[in-house]
């Protein structure tokens, strides 16, 4: 795209929204002029534009938090910009994931399966390489395929035995320990969790 088609304000900013790409969750919003989002789609980094210090800067550049650039989009009225990014520590300088971590009505809760489901993306890679006796997950790799399997045989069965039961605590709680077991398994296949959530976006469409 041609970025002059972009309806820069006339202080030469577009709004960022910057999203995690993984669980959706909105980690913040600042400014970028057009030299920040050209360093963005040439680094896949995040470069924005401190309006406070009148100034260019690189997210990370001193807190070490960069966040690695999986897309760039722009609104349908081409004046604000949307990065997906994958996070390298918190997003806040208060140390929160989000700088949106102030709630003022409703619970925040949104996208938790989502949020859930990147934090143990994160802990089980942790883990493939972990000693077997100091954890669960790292001992089910240590079991490989067939010690994996079985738990997820297992943790099937109770989540038929818990819809049968109708209990919704029961169901929930089997369910989260069989998707949980799956993950493990994924992760021990070296298979991204994106690739499965492809698939099932391509199944729907």
Not at 136 to 160: H, N, R, W
Request: net charge negative; aromatic share 6%; hydrophobic share 40%.
């Amino acid at each position: 795209m041609d970025l002059n088609q972009l309806k820069w304000g006339a202080d030469g900013l577009l709004p960022v929204v910057i999203a995690d790409a993984r669980s959706g969750a909105v980690l913040t919003l600042a400014y970028a002029n057009r030299e920040a989002l050209e360093r963005t789609i040439a680094e896949r980094s995040t470069y924005l534009y401190s309006r406070s210090r009148s100034s260019l800067w690189h997210k990370g550049e001193t807190s070490g938090n960069t966040q690695q650039v999986v897309s760039i989009a722009y609104d349908c009225d081409a004046d604000a910009l949307l990065y997906r990014v994958i996070p390298e520590g918190p997003a806040c300088h208060t140390g929160a994931e989000s700088c949106f971590h102030n709630v003022i009505a409703g619970e925040d809760d949104a996208r938790s399966l989502a949020r859930a489901i990147a934090h143990l993306d994160e802990v089980l890679e942790q883990r493939k390489a972990a000693s077997p006796d100091s954890s669960y997950v790292a001992k089910l790799y240590s079991g490989g395929v067939d010690k994996i399997g079985k738990k997820i045989g297992e943790e099937a069965t109770e989540v038929v035995i818990a819809a049968k039961n109708a209990s919704h605590e029961e169901l929930v709680w089997e369910s989260a320990d069989l998707l949980f077991h799956l993950l493990v398994l994924l992760k021990h296949a070296d298979i991204a969790f994106d690739d499965v959530g492809a698939e099932l976006l391509r199944r729907v469409k």
